[in-house]
């Protein structure tokens, strides 16, 4: 343990090995592998992927160890209760606590009740949770809740972490404008894959979309599936559906439509481990998701990074994409918007989508894998 670094704690209910929670996981696995050696960093966290009753393979359960330069606590389901995050958090002593969630009972407002009375700084990552399209998932319970905290001013004294300012105007809305934000924009993974060797991938006489994404209401892959099934195409036309299913009641009001449909090919293809998903990117020509609400879009950024163009929903911060040559973003009130923009992706010429496929992978290289993120994400901190 260092004297001269700056303790962080970072609380979040799942963290790698694990991946089937999606971009939070990534977020976090990210900041501190580009911060690691600025901090003093801790890890608490579940011993489980999101849905998983067996922890993860070959780790020490319940006590701290240094993995990779970051201290790392696994902990199973004895040992997650209240007192004893709380007693986590007092045995660390962080000079900050960093969480990533509003309303996770173990990792937030255990940790977060302690803080409050302690004197402990607080930076809360609300994680995309106070846009329209994710508070209108559980309504009631949500608004409840959060009518409550902010009545007894729960969250009165944290620094939020907004990562866009899409965000930032989202925390206002709902606690006000004394609220404290700091914008910092997430850090992206690192592109693994070359360009050229992207695009003698391309040209293949067929049109592959793919949904990469955990697989509940706010992903919307419903809407997806619909809009791929009117496609009219003379060429085979592939959608590829990878996540882990959350949500098991909506999946199947669906996967009735997970089959063949003339030329179009749709098929469900299981949970994707990330060290795969450049590669399936650099083998897919648009990434399709209709979210109901991004607050940043891992997986958006990530096909991006892979020359792969995206046509997802103008509920994210990405817009105008199509002037950009990075895309679509458009209204899903509708499917026949969406319909219509897998439609233009599979009639477009060849000359143009490879302009898609080189602008879309220099856009991560120049705009979102910038020096300046991971400053601003360091600021945060500082």
């Given at each position: 343990m260092s004297d001269n670094k700056k303790r962080i704690l970072i609380c979040v209910d799942w963290y790698e090995p694990g991946f089937k929670a999606g971009g939070p996981i990534r977020s976090v696995a990210n900041l501190v592998n580009a911060l690691k050696n600025d901090f003093e960093f801790y890890i608490l966290t579940s011993a489980y992927d999101l849905g998983e009753i067996e922890p993860y393979p070959n780790i020490e359960l319940n006590e701290w160890h240094d993995q990779n330069g970051v201290f790392v606590k696994y902990m199973d389901h004895r040992a997650m209760t209240m007192p004893s995050i709380r007693g986590n958090v007092l045995e660390i002593a962080p000079d900050i606590l960093y969480l990533n969630s509003l309303f996770s009972k173990l990792f937030t407002i255990a940790p977060l009740m302690l803080a409050n009375r302690k004197g402990i700084k607080v930076i809360l990552a609300p994680r995309g949770m106070l846009g329209l399209g994710a508070l209108d998932l559980k309504r009631g319970k949500k608004k409840l809740f959060l009518t409550l905290a902010k009545l007894v001013g729960f969250y009165r004294k944290v620094i939020w972490h907004a990562s866009t300012?899409?965000?930032?105007?989202?925390?206002?809305?709902?606690?006000?404008?004394?609220?404290?934000?700091?914008?910092?924009?997430?850090?992206?993974?690192?592109?693994?894959?070359?360009?050229?060797?992207?695009?003698?991938?391309?040209?293949?006489?067929?049109?592959r979309f793919v949904f990469i994404s955990r697989i509940a209401r706010k992903k919307n892959l419903e809407l997806a599936i619909e809009a791929v099934k009117r496609?009219?195409?003379?060429?085979?036309?592939?959608?590829?559906?990878?996540?882990?299913?959350?949500?098991?009641?909506?999946?199947?009001?669906?996967?009735?439509?997970?089959?063949?449909?003339?030329?179009?090919?749709?098929?469900?293809k299981g949970v994707l481990n990330p060290v795969a998903i450049a590669d399936v990117y650099m083998n897919s020509d648009f990434m399709l998701l209709p979210t109901r609400h991004e607050n940043y879009g891992h997986a958006i950024v990530e096909a991006w990074a892979n020359g792969c163009p995206v046509i997802i929903s103008k509920n994210t911060p990405w817009k105008n994409l199509h002037v950009q040559q990075l895309g679509w973003d458009v209204n899903i009130d509708n499917v026949e918007s969406l319909a219509k923009a897998v439609q233009e992706g599979i009639e477009i010429d060849f000359t143009s989508y490879i302009a898609m496929v080189r602008a879309s992978y220099q856009?991560?290289?120049?705009?979102?894998?910038?020096?300046?993120?991971?400053?601003?994400?360091r600021k945060l901190f500082e």
């Open positions: 300012t899409e965000e930032e105007s989202e925390i206002i809305a709902m606690f006000g404008k004394k609220a404290k934000v700091t914008i910092a924009q997430n850090i992206p993974i690192t592109q693994t894959k070359k360009l050229d060797d992207i695009l003698n991938k391309k040209n293949t006489g067929q049109v496609v009219k195409s003379t060429m085979p036309v592939f959608f590829d559906i990878y996540g882990n299913v959350e949500d098991v009641d909506y999946f199947d009001s669906f996967k009735h439509d997970i089959k063949d449909h003339g030329n179009v090919k749709i098929e469900y856009y991560f290289t120049d705009k979102i894998s910038d020096v300046e993120v991971i400053n601003a994400n």
